[in-house]
């Protein structure tokens, strides 16, 4: 049977248990299954360590009465299944990165916006700004979904074999990227030469020199052993690799009052417990990657002022795709360190 063919058995039964629980809870006050959260992510990413703190959480503020189901793998689907899935109220609950969420929210493109932020806590700063979350939470709102909560893993990090010396030791690298239009805008306008492709097929692509290089965060390298083809870490830090906690608007609006303010209680204290593993994998990952003999760079302050500069027509374009007023909001941090 095929994987895919798993997952719609899955998302059936799923669906089933919603109807069977909507006709039971007219009768009796309690929750008769797991509502499902899913992911696709695996192993102890940050992304399903956020999932898991945010089940665990609603469990101990409803005193069990309600219970999450976190599914990994992308066993329920991959991000854009999921994303359809939720509109439709199928799924309830997914953590994942706002990228492929693009397709269905084009604003959050913005999260892409690269050579923001030197600091990771300037960006999480940012995210606890109140007024600028209330735009994210109206814009998820409109779409026909609820944003709970964003943690990151970091910034995203570029690894290589080629020496680094300075910002053109980057130029012509066949990097692999997400498929996503600002990703590879930026490694161009940097010169380097973005090759699109699937996670999956990094570690071959990189053993066989289909590419010459990557970008991730630091703890993915880890766990994908990346290290085992690469022999640098060149901490580039264009972007954030941001995760998103978010929830089908079907599904908040069938809840309680009293539902929706644990959900979105737990949400938070799950942000903050993420935001501390978050650095905690990434100092691990550091160590880790340089005790398997990878060297880790830096590169100096005029390279990234340099990047910055070169990244300017990708600011460009994305302030276009998400409006000026969001783009300016998310962008405010750059003029007050100026």
């Known amino acids: 049977m095929s994987g895919k063919r798993i997952r719609q058995l899955i998302a059936v039964m799923i669906i089933l248990g919603a109807i069977i629980y ?43 009465k309600m219970k999450i189901q976190v599914y990994t793998d992308s066993t329920l689907g991959t991000d854009l299944e999921l994303m359809e899935s939720m509109k439709d109220g199928d799924i309830p ?18 999260f892409d916006t690269p050579c923001v932020y030197t600091e990771i806590e300037t960006f999480r700063e940012n995210m606890r700004n109140e007024e600028l979350m209330n735009e994210f939470r109206e814009i998820y709102k409109q779409a026909g979904y609820r944003f709970l909560g964003i943690t990151d893993q970091g910034f995203r990090v570029m690894t290589m074999s ?18 996503n239009k600002y990703h590879i805008q930026f490694w161009k306008s940097v010169k380097a030469n ?4 699937t996670f999956s097929e990094v570690y071959i692509g990189l053993q066989q020199g289909t590419i010459d290089a990557q970008e991730n965060a630091l ?20 972007v954030p690799d941001p995760v998103t906690l978010i929830a089908s608007g079907v599904f ?87």
């Not at 609950?93 to 706002?98: E, G, L, R």
């Open 219 to 238: 703890p993915l390298i880890v766990t994908a052993k990346l290290y085992e083809q690469q022999k640098r870490v060149i901490l580039t830090n264009a």
């Open 194 to 197: 973005p090759t699109p492709m």
């Open 22 to 64: 909507g006709a039971l809870s007219s009768r009796k006050n309690e929750q008769t299954f797991a509502w499902p959260l899913a992911t696709c992510s695996s192993g102890e990413t940050v992304t399903n360590v956020f999932a898991q703190t945010f089940a665990d959480y609603v469990g101990k503020l409803s005193g069990g």
């Open 252 to 338: 908040m609006d069938s809840l309680t009052k009293e539902q929706a303010e644990i959900i979105e209680e737990a949400a938070r204290l799950a942000q903050e417990d993420a935001n501390k593993i978050s650095d905690q994998k990434a100092a691990q990952a550091t160590e880790y990657l340089e005790e398997a003999g990878m060297e880790i760079v830096t590169p100096s302050e005029e390279d990234y002022s340099q990047m910055r500069e070169m990244c300017m027509p990708v600011w460009d374009t994305i302030r276009e795709d998400c409006g000026s007023e969001l783009f300016d909001e998310y962008t405010a941090i750059v003029k007050e360190e100026q």
């Open 93 to 110: 609950f997914i953590a994942a990165s706002p990228s492929p969420q693009v397709s269905y929210i084009p604003q959050l493109c913005v």
């Open 162 to 179: 080629k020496p680094y010396t300075d910002l053109t030791s980057i130029a012509g690298q066949k990097i692999r990227v997400m498929e």
